[in-house]
């Protein structure tokens, strides 16, 4: 079936550090919406990207969707230990398809 | 955030048993979903349900049987279950066009079948 491409599938960094996820798509998508999930917890929104070359701001949270529609990337500034959880991005290809979520990035954060 | 509430959150089933699992949305909105997710597998899509009408069945096995009484209940009745199945299943629901709106999950029920 579908697939979306996310990456680093783990990552690990002491806190105050800058990072980011990834997803990748080899089709044009409709729009991208990603969400958090603490561990033990339940999947949040968190934004909607539809236009290309969108940028978005939350506090230290970036989020980005490419030119061409078809990548997008969460970039979080001077991370925080309570930003450790899994970083999901969902594709969502128009004509009425389902969201198609990616594996998520789990981050760690060390204080 | 209560808006989207499961019951129950830990479930222990053998394979020849039946259980239900139950989720209600307060937030007013008119798509249910449920979910499956597993260790090391991107969340999976299995029914959706707009205005009590069911859209989508991703080709779920028919021990997992869903039923939308009204806009704001949702269950997922199961039978005869494998231990494949055990997962944590998610509810959600969203407003609006479908498959374009936010998710509003639930906390989740964790299935484990023996």
């Known amino acids: 079936g579908q697939q979306v491409m996310q990456i680093p599938q783990y990552q690990h960094v002491q806190e105050g550090e800058d990072f980011t996820t990834y997803c990748n798509s080899s089709?044009?998508?409709?729009?991208i919406q990603w969400y958090k999930q603490r561990p033990g917890g339940h999947p949040v929104f968190l934004i909607q990207l539809v236009k290309s070359g969108e940028v978005k701001k939350q506090k230290r949270l970036t989020f980005q969707f490419g030119e061409a529609k078809k990548n997008s990337s969460l970039h979080i500034t001077a991370t925080q230990t309570t930003d450790v959880g899994t970083y999901f991005c969902a594709e969502l290809r128009g004509g009425n398809t389902p969201l198609v979520f990616g594996k998520g990035t789990r981050l760690s954060v060390i204080a | 955030e209560t808006g989207v509430t499961q019951t129950p959150r830990h479930l222990v089933m053998g394979m020849t048993n039946k259980k239900s699992l139950k989720c209600e949305q307060h937030?007013?909105?008119?798509?249910m979903y449920w979910y499956k997710q597993s260790a090391k597998k991107p969340l999976e899509l299995m029914f959706v349900y707009s205005l009590e009408e069911r859209v989508e069945n991703n080709s779920v096995p028919s021990r997992f049987s869903p039923e939308c009484p009204n806009s704001s209940h949702l269950f997922l009745h199961l039978h005869t279950l494998q231990p494949e199945d055990s997962a944590l299943y998610l509810c959600?629901?969203?407003?609006?066009?479908?498959?374009?709106?936010?998710?509003?999950f639930g906390n989740g029920t964790r299935l484990t079948v023996t």
């Open positions: 089709t044009t998508l409709s729009n």
């Open positions: 937030l007013g909105h008119n798509a």
């Open positions: 959600a629901s969203s407003q609006g066009q479908i498959h374009n709106s936010p998710l509003h």
